[in-house]
């Protein structure tokens, strides 16, 4: 039980300031009578209530639980991607496009025009996206589809409303980076992530859908402009992410 | 670092601020030192929007905590005003 309370490093740090506030404050105020050493106790004693508050706000499940979880879907993304030898860029669709949930549409075909993704496709693993019997694409769901429902509001059509969401979701909900930085201009939006604490790795998934990161930029984006977007390029270099997202149709 | 790691550091830089310039400005009236103290923790709280809902309601619960001390002495001030000591 003891064991559990402080095996969190925030309710061990709230801990340790209310006790040292609590002990400091009376120490100051009544035996050196000093007004701005009681407020440094105090001052201790409030982010310690304010460390605590957030101990309890980390996750359950451990971050090695997390990442075996993300790898396993990963890897079996991968498997059907490899069977079917698809090495085309995903686009990925807004919910309204699919049955309730954005998703990554793969095409079968390397010159795919996906421009004319217009019309709502039906929620199969396999859809059919134009008129011709080859425009055929597989449906996945990605990091970035699952991480829409953890938005409280859909997110706004422009890049000021698409920064705030990738922020709220890469920032606060996962802590998976520090900063976002999001222009949208011509069709392209270019994003600038630091502090990125999931890499890109070349591997088959990520060379079609892109990384985790870039997945949920994407998947964000698409459902604030609810039009496909393609991610365009993808550079990672010194913890710093930058994406180039182009908007189709 | 995490967002988290920040805010605790930005709250600890900021209070550590104002006590140093209060006790600079020579006020020996510890309740100003706490109110201040609680509108300072109130503002960086709310400029961090980006947390998750979870860390929002706990720090949400904390600024109730503050927000309800806060009014004790307001309202010890004005009790004293209208008693005129």
């Known amino acids: 039980m003891m064991r559990s309370l402080l095996n969190n490093p925030y309710r061990w740090l709230g801990l340790s300031l209310c006790v040292a506030g609590a002990v400091f404050s009376p120490l100051a105020f009544f035996i050196v009578a000093s007004v701005p050493l009681t407020a440094v106790g105090l001052s201790a004693i409030m982010l310690g209530f304010v460390c605590a508050a957030l101990a309890n706000a980390r996750p359950y499940i451990s971050p090695e639980a997390c990442q075996l979880m993300l790898k396993t879907g990963m890897e079996n993304t991968s498997a059907l991607l490899e069977e079917l030898n698809l090495r085309n860029k995903a686009v990925y669709l807004p919910s309204l496009m699919r049955e309730g949930r954005p998703q990554a549409l793969i095409p079968l075909l390397e010159d795919a025009d996906l421009m004319q993704i217009r019309q709502k496709l039906p ?127 | 670092m995490s967002i988290y790691n920040w805010f605790i550091i930005t709250l600890t830089l900021v209070t550590g601020f104002i006590n140093a310039l209060l006790a600079f400005m020579g006020q020996e009236d510890i309740q100003i030192y706490f109110i201040i103290n609680i509108i300072a923790y109130m503002t960086v709280t709310l400029l961090y929007v980006y947390f998750n809902p979870m860390a929002r309601r706990a720090l949400d619960g904390v600024s109730v905590v503050f927000f309800g001390a806060f009014l004790v002495i307001v309202a010890i001030k004005v009790v004293d005003i209208i008693s005129g000591r």
């Open chain 1, 123 to 249: 929620g199969r693993l396999i859809v059919r996206y134009g008129a011709n019997p080859d425009d055929m694409a597989i449906a996945v769901t990605t990091a970035g589809s699952i991480n829409i429902d953890l938005l409280e509001n859909n997110p706004g059509p422009t890049s000021g409303g698409i920064e705030d969401a990738v922020n709220y979701i890469l920032t606060g909900v996962l802590d998976i980076a520090s900063a976002v930085k999001i222009s949208n201009q011509d069709g392209l939006i270019r994003a600038e992530i630091t502090g990125a604490r999931l890499p890109y790795e070349n591997v088959w998934y990520q060379r079609c859908l892109g990384s985790p990161i870039a997945s949920i930029v994407a998947a964000i984006s698409s459902e604030a402009l609810a039009k496909p977007v393609r991610i365009k390029e993808e550079i990672q270099a010194k913890g710093k992410i930058s994406l180039v997202i182009e908007v189709l149709a």
